[in-house]
């Protein structure tokens, strides 16, 4: 179970990839609980990694009472304290709460292993050790990661962590103070049997980088609490007081990240052939009795769908490029749709291929396959897409199959017009914008 919005939808995926990374039978469910700015789009592309996914908006009677009284808890806001919602998973024998900034680097069995007691890993990381409350008289557990055995699931501890939630302001030691969820769960769990885990079951990169010089071998668990290494801004310029290592975690989640691109990729290339499939979403013809010759029609590629209309479709091999989000207008929005200025134009496309064999191609990058998906044909054509995601290069496809990268050049448009250029056979190509 994590929690996360839009902002953390980076670090979220980080986790599932390294998650299924090392544990590729993972079956169980990922309860994501979030403020609802996480999308249908957004649950897609999760699911794409790991299936099991499930998107969940909790309602808070006690949202209002959140104290704000610390640049800490003004900064976390409701979503650190959804993490509490774990209580309500009844049914599980038990529950793992992982924070969204982490990345799994080894076996994580001792957290869901049988028995009886919480367990949770002490918070160090400024220190080699971890600092005694006066309030507990505990070590200090850090909220990141958090297993919870089966029996305490439910209503009670759901309303008792809550009610901790809503007196949240009132002073109990200044250690714990100064903490948002994490005083929360400090409280929660002083009187409850408690296992305390080796600190390589979260490892706050602050500690890597102060005591470990940077090595990772041997930890099963970096938490990248501070300044979100995913965040362009923190990146080129973090914080000034702050200990972090943004580039371990690109250099992770890129790698983990291209690899599972690649994998996607490839099974959507073994059940789409890209020059032979012309399965249209009106006729459901094919295109070996489509349309002119591939290898000798003249191919006409345009950027809007107003630019195509006049031309002939039955003797022209006609292709939309659509190269980011932005540029057919999509917003971000929870229900995507063609944008406004371009529905007169696709329906007079649309009647202009309905006695044509022949369908229109709407060549797109691969990260937009989801989104693309939740969109209806707006007329007689096939969908063609080109793995080109910027945390590496822009594949080409191979006849022999596979992929080779070449290079990015200017713009995410010039990439797509090369990419598509050396997949479309035929005598000449007309660029209409």
Known sequence: MTV???RFLPGLKGLLLSLVAIY?????????FHDGT??????????SIYNEVCLHVPSPSWADALPLDSPNRARIGLL??????AFSLAGYERVIVLDSDVLVLGALDPLWAPGETFRAVMDCGARPYGLISEHTGLPVINSGVISIPGWALGDLFLDRVHTLVRSAAIPVCPLLDGF?????WNQLLADQPLEMMPVNYNCNIKYVVQFLDGCVEGLSLIHFAGPKPWLSDQLSRPRSKSITDHWLWHRHYRKLLSTELLRQYQAYLDTHSYLDRHTTAATGSSSESA???????RAVLACDPA?????????????????????FGFDGGVSPRWPEHWLSSLATLARAFHDQRQPLSIWAPFELRHLLTQLPAPLPSTYRYILMDPCFSAPDLLDEGGCAFVPWHGTSLDTMRRAVERRVPCSSFQWLD
């Open 24 to 32: 590729p039978d993972l079956s169980s469910p990922c309860i994501v």
């Open 4 to 6: 996360a919005n839009e």
């Open 80 to 85: 650190g304290y959804l993490n509490t919602y």
């Open 291 to 297: 349309g002119p010759s591939c290898s000798t029609a």
């Open 180 to 184: 948002a969820d994490q005083k929360v």
């Open 38 to 47: 996480l999308t249908d789009t957004h649950l897609l592309e999760l699911q």
């Open 307 to 327: 630019s195509l209309i006049p031309m002939d479709s039955a003797s022209l091999s006609l292709h939309l490029i659509l190269h980011s989000a932005d540029q």
